[in-house]
């Protein structure tokens, strides 16, 4: 199970305790929220030593797998109509200094829907939160290490046509002629200065950036699938005469890989999950404690 | 204005347009009946094409023709079509309702005849350009 550290990045004063004991207190049905199709709610948290610890579940009602084995045939599921699959999946949040540790279910739930969800997830209180991943620190340190910045490569993946062409108002035959004109998919943007170097400002905005992008990937309708980012790199020196370095900035994240054992259902079990986060979320005290 | 709310009143707007300014010239419709004969065939033509238009288009299953309806166009190019076929509809009613009348002496005839006409027209075109662009699309891999 991978689990990476994010820091949630509130915008003045929140009152995030309140609002999730709010969410808790309402009915499940109430607590859903639609995104990119697909409903996603908070299951169950608990505040334990002073951290939460919160379950969100993503739904998944139009088709889904079935039950097989190495010498049983594939077989459906028992379901109520209006059931489908749910996949849920684990954040850590501690109040005291703002840093999480969420677990990476790749169907279901990630950051930046979950911050998605806490900003705006009571009507009557919104505020925005985002959670942006940290930077390993070793990483950080090659990166101001690196004073003569030389090339920027970054590939973008891009979206063809979505619901947002028809909700900006854009005509038919604009779409028609926007989908026929670029075939382009991916798209590689270089930047480099040749014998001179990049200027600095624009390299740590860039960073800034590209720390908040989540990994594009490709092929899946889960709800997270808007970002495009798909690699960013950035090459440079220490000094004139040393050697230039390529620094990825999307894989230098603060991650962690932990082992859970499967429960009933061959299902994660909660406790373990939750556990695992706890166990990742305490070695990684040199982050969040000040 | 919105691309999108442009293309859509376009028709509209032509129509009403070339109607006001027939209006304000005061035309006047040609005494004998071979017009509205030839406009009778001409719509019909009209309706056919749309026909045959709204078949080739329920018959595209292109991957970037499904991409245009699940990025919600498809009912902005069922009711473009609907909207030119009524037009001809409206403009083959219209000139039988000429043989009746005598449109000369009619006031209302002309200006309508000019409205349904270039409505059916506009829309026309409209349709066409989607069409083609479908095609292209539908014969594009990507």
Redesign the interface.
């Known amino acids: 199970m991978k689990i990476d550290l994010y820091k949630l990045e509130p915008v003045g004063n929140h009152d995030l305790d309140g609002k999730i004991r709010r969410v808790l207190d309402m009915p499940l049905e109430e607590r859903n929220r639609q995104r990119q199709k697909v409903y996603y709610r908070i299951e169950t948290a608990q505040k334990i030593r002073h951290r939460w610890l919160i379950d969100f579940v993503q739904l998944r009602l139009d088709h889904g797998p079935g039950r097989a084995g190495l010498s049983s045939p594939m077989t459906n599921f028992e379901m109520e109509a209006g059931e489908g699959f749910g996949e849920d999946v684990g954040l850590l949040w501690d109040p005291r200094n703002d840093y999480c540790a969420v677990q990476y279910n790749h169907h279901s739930v990630r950051a930046r829907a979950m911050a998605e969800y806490l900003s705006t997830v009571l009507p009557d209180q919104p505020h925005l939160m985002t959670l942006q991943p940290v930077l390993d620190r070793a990483f950080a340190a090659r990166l101001r290490q690196k004073t003569i910045y030389k090339k920027l490569e970054v590939t973008v993946s891009v979206p063809?046509?979505?619901?947002n062409?028809?909700?900006?108002?854009?005509?038919?035959?604009?779409?028609?002629?926007a989908?026929?004109g670029s075939?382009v998919?991916t798209m590689h943007l270089t930047i480099s200065a040749g014998r001179r170097e990049l200027h600095r400002g624009m390299i740590s905005n860039f960073v800034d950036w590209a720390r908040g992008q989540e990994e594009a990937d490709a092929g899946d309708g889960a709800a997270n699938t808007r970002s495009a980012l798909s690699s960013a790199k950035l090459t440079g020196k220490d000094d004139e005469d040393s050697a230039s370095e390529v620094l990825d900035l999307l894989s230098q994240r603060v991650t962690t890989h932990e082992s859970v054992r499967t429960g009933a259902g061959v299902r994660f079990t909660r406790d373990d999950r939750w556990n695992a986060l706890e166990r990742a979320f305490d070695r990684w005290h040199s982050y969040w404690r000040q | 204005m919105?691309?999108?709310?442009?293309?859509q009143i376009l028709p509209g707007g032509v129509a009403c347009s070339v109607t006001a300014f027939i209006w304000w010239g005061g035309l006047t419709f040609p005494e004998d009946n071979d017009i509205l004969s030839a406009s009778i065939s001409v719509a019909a033509i009209f309706a056919g094409f749309l026909t045959t238009a709204m078949s080739i288009i329920a018959g595209l299953t292109g991957r970037?023709v499904h991409?245009?309806y699940a990025?919600?166009?498809a009912g902005?190019?069922v009711w473009?079509m609907a909207e030119a076929a009524l037009f001809s509809l409206l403009f083959c009613v219209h000139c039988f309702i000429g043989y009746f009348v005598k449109p000369a002496e009619t006031p209302w005839f002309t200006p309508l005849w000019f409205l349904f006409a270039f409505w059916m027209l506009a829309s026309f075109v409209?349709v066409t350009?989607?069409l083609i662009?479908?095609i292209?699309?539908n014969a594009?891999k990507?």
């Open positions: 063809l046509l979505d619901h062409d028809y909700a900006q108002g854009n005509s038919v035959i604009g779409a028609a002629r989908l026929l075939g998919q | 919105r691309p999108l709310f442009r293309e970037l991409r245009l990025a919600g166009y902005k190019i473009y409209r350009i989607i662009l479908m292209l699309l594009k990507a």
